[in-house]
């Protein structure tokens, strides 16, 4: 493939895992249905772990697990599928996190992509070369089923802690609005767009709060996980939608902690027109089909030495790995 004049044709997507629901998963799913709507597009699709949403990629969507030795540009998900899979074509490995430990950039990509400002400015840090491209959702499968209630009636919960929902029941008993909850790990629903338009506000970090946007609803972003502790970034008002995404509306742009009061506060900012707002920034900012444009065209973005510093960066790790497996093996022989 000549660089820089041709979209690549035979894609292949890539993940850690396809056998539950998450964000990074969901984020797939619609990424793989809006490539294979493309034309002159070939994708096909890799998971370490494959399950339920795995066999849901090859019923529904027709697209098929790798079969091909080598693709013109592979896009995955997490460091342990690109070290699975990185000897098959150009890797632009998408990062959705600068936690967790499986969303570190791997020294065998070409290049790298964030999903957040945060991610990107981590990214930068480390030495790797990247572009942010934004979260992208089906907003053609998300949307507005129902209007909201002028007043607040019902709020949806999509923490993924039983102290964020505690606090969460509570919050809602003091305002007199109905309180539901829906967590991915106990009662997982692929089509989670269902539960979202029975409420008129919804609570939650990441994906969940898009997914609610899309489906106008008013969002508070908060929760409580073990990775980031009790965060919260409050009530979502559309025209701070720039700021918050930056932290993947994941509570660390204003780094709060609330308890019941703090969220009978926020419950108090309900405004159903801000929903309607919300949608339209979804339209705008997070539409799958734009992700899938943005992230195909990366492939000429991959700098021409890339391969060189890839290889230092191998280089570096295999020799670091050696130099502690001599220190050991020096402490052993010390020992005796």
């Known amino acids: 493939m000549n660089k820089l004049t041709e979209t690549p044709t035979r894609v292949l997507v890539g993940i850690y895992r396809l056998d539950h629901i998450g964000g990074a998963e969901l984020y797939t799913y619609d990424l793989l249905n809006e490539l294979r ?38 896009l995955a998900t997490h460091n342990l599928t690109v070290e699975a899979i990185h000897d098959r074509g150009p890797v632009v490995q998408i990062c959705h996190g600068a936690i967790l430990e499986l969303e570190q950039p791997s020294i065998y990509a070409d290049y790298h992509v964030g999903i957040t400002e945060e991610v990107c400015e981590s990214l930068t840090k480390k030495g790797y070369p990247n572009e942010l491209v934004l979260n992208g959702l089906d907003i053609h499968q998300k949307y507005p089923i129902n209007e909201v209630n ?17 606090l969460l029941a509570k919050a809602c008993s003091k305002k007199g609005v109905k309180f539901i909850h829906f967590n991915k790990f106990k009662n997982p629903t692929f089509d989670i767009e269902h539960e979202i338009n029975r409420a008129d506000l919804v609570v939650g970090i990441g994906r969940s709060v898009y997914d609610a946007m899309a489906c106008g609803r008013p969002c508070i972003v908060f929760d409580s996980r073990d990775y980031n502790n009790n965060k919260a970034d409050g009530y979502l008002e559309p025209e701070l939608f720039d700021k918050f995404v930056r932290f993947n509306c994941s509570g ?49 973005h991959i700098p021409s030495d890339a391969n060189f510093w890839k290889n230092v960066r191998i280089f570096k790790w295999k020799f670091k790995k050696m130099r502690k497996s001599v220190k050991r093996k020096f402490k052993k022989l010390f020992k005796k």
């Open 150 to 166: 002028e007043e607040l009636k019902v709020v949806l919960s999509l923490c993924q802690s039983e102290e964020a929902n505690e």
């Open 37 to 74: 709507k493309q034309e002159n597009v070939e994708v096909e699709f890799f998971a370490v772990h494959q399950g339920q949403l795995a066999e849901r990629v090859k019923s529904e969507l027709g697209v098929q697990f790798m079969s091909r030795d080598q693709y013109d540009l592979i």
């Open 252 to 300: 660390r742009y204003r780094n709060l902690e609330f308890d019941e009061n703090d969220l009978v506060r926020e419950l108090e900012k309900y405004n159903p027109g801000d929903g309607k707002k919300l949608r339209e920034i979804t339209m705008e900012k997070l539409n799958v089909e734009q992700t899938a444009k943005e992230l195909l065209a990366t492939v000429n």
